[in-house]
């Protein structure tokens, strides 16, 4: 297929190329990996500025998305590639060959910088926000090889879901340290003042006034940010609410352990040891069922499955994404309705052809690299997540570039006076901050 690149695209790849660090902020369905691939084939083969590329990837990106970008595009056939995946000699036989592209998994960065020679003198990272924790194994790994590469690209849809605390180590994985600093202490010190706290032990921190406008300003020189809306003939996104109420029983049940952190019934009991635990555990209940302490599952209520149940009547046929978060969501969704979970390349693939008419999908192992926008588009969150980033890379498999519905629905099944309501409210608090980033640094692109 021949590329035509739009008017912003190109701006892109010419950022790319004019920049040794590059922050590409791509919002979801923009093509950002076409736009990378083709500013990687320029400097390999046009300004021969470097010679082996290391891709890391979420696995099924590295896996999938990748080699399908090369080999779907006319002008990237120069580019030979080898996908480092697998089990370790997999790994080291496909490092081994003579290539311009390595592709590999994220989580095997901490390997691959430990046991093999880094001889890559560009880095791509597709998914930025992977390495947003300072002190993880990949990020570590990455840092001490970040000096031997004299490119580097990173790419994002959503930089800052969990807040602008999330930019230290995304940055300093690209320029070391130069714009925010090199130390986190150092950061939160210029930035941040403490928020929640209990005695010296500080649990939160809260921007200082102004620390957006000059974390922004800090980066603005290495970033470019898009949204798909400025570029794209996109659907409309309609979002609702579809609320359930439970009865009088099932919310003492849900007082008792927001009160005691303790729920005992039938003989089961059901523990919460400290705040962050007690909301994984209301998360349950509202959505209708607990793991208890031995590790059982606790039936509470059926009012979310109903309302599924509900949602996919009124579909008439049409296909419905599901969004679960816990094991047991999924366990009670497949027993009430013919579903099937998108956890396969053959089931996405399925999908795609429209021969699913109910699928099932976790955010957090299906969230980034997937299309799925040609097997429908409507999702249902059975169950939602506290994690911004998750939320939205799981809509914009849906809501992107290649929808051809003129409208994308997405629904919330609410349980009424339940935690749901506050999670609701907690992404839509961040958004504003990772809205504020974006526009921040949003490029300018004239046509």
Known sequence: MKFIPHDYQQYAIDFIESHPTAAVLLDMGLGKTVITLTALNDLLFDHFEISRVLVIA???????????????????????????????????????????????????????????????DAIVIDELSSFKNWSGKRFKALMKVRPLAKRVIGLTGTPSGNGLMDLFAEFKVLDMGQRLGRFITKYRQDYFK?????????FSYAPLPEAE?????????????????DHLRMPELIESEYSVRMDEEEKKMYAEMCEQLVLQMKGDEVTAANAGVLSGKLVQMANGAVYTDDG?????????????????ESMNGKPLLVAYWFRHDAERVEKRVPCVRLDTDETIARWNRGEIPVALIHPASAGHGLNLQSGGSSLVWFGITWSLELYQQTVARLYRQGQNSNTVVVQHIIAEGTIDERILRALKRKDKTQTALIEAVKAEVTS
């Open 296 to 312: 059982a599952t606790l039936h509470i209520h059926d009012r979310k499955l109903d309302a599924l149940e509900d949602i996919i």
């Open 213 to 229: 406008e000059r974390i922004y300003e800090k980066i603005s020189d290495i970033t470019i940010s898009m949204k798909a809306a």
């Open 194 to 202: 403490p928020d929640k706290r209990n005695g010296q032990v500080v």
């Open 58 to 120: 979420p696995l099924r990106v590295a896996r999938n998305t990748w080699p399908q970008e090369i080999g779907k595009w006319e002008h990237l056939n120069h580019i030979r590639y080898s996908v480092a995946v697998g089990t370790e000699k997999e790994r080291r036989d496909a490092l081994r060959k003579q290539t311009s592209l390595y592709i590999i998994n994220r989580e095997n960065v901490p390997w691959l910088v430990e046991k093999t020679d880094f001889t890559y």
